[in-house]
């Protein structure tokens, strides 16, 4: 299993959220948070990404609103200061 980027109060791993409503999801890094510069991101596994830049803790919040009932993931990754892709990592869950 591939480890996850981040969490969604919204949209629980073991839950379900509801359509037409906008959850934040939560990016933290596994790493110093100083040392990220942004996360990429993607609810489509990479067909649409968008890049956003890093808090001071190297943490972002984004936020999304299902259209459709089903499952749903979103992959993200982090860049450093430095420029360099960290590994990427997805967080799943369900629409009712």
Do not use: C
């Given at each position: 299993?591939?480890?996850?980027?981040?969490?969604?109060?919204?949209?629980?791993?073991?839950?379900?959220?509801?359509?037409?409503?906008?959850?934040?999801?939560?990016?933290?890094?596994?790493?110093?948070?100083s040392?990220?510069?942004?996360w990429?991101?993607?609810?489509?596994?990479?067909?649409?990404t968008?890049?956003?830049?890093?808090?001071?803790?190297?943490?972002?919040?984004?936020s999304?609103?299902?259209?459709?009932?089903?499952?749903?993931?979103?992959?993200?990754?982090?860049?450093?200061?430095?420029?360099?892709?960290?590994t990427?990592?997805?967080?799943?869950?369900?629409?009712?």
């Open positions: 299993m591939r480890r996850r980027p981040g969490r969604a109060t919204d949209f629980p791993a073991d839950g379900a959220g509801t359509v037409g409503t906008p959850g934040t999801f939560r990016l933290s890094p596994k790493i110093s948070g040392e990220i510069a942004g990429t991101y993607s609810f489509d596994w990479g067909a649409h968008v890049t956003v830049p890093a808090g001071a803790h190297g943490e972002a919040d984004v999304y609103t299902p259209t459709e009932s089903g499952w749903y993931d979103i992959n993200a990754w982090a860049t450093t200061e430095d420029g360099f892709q960290l990427d990592g997805y967080y799943d869950f369900t629409v009712n």
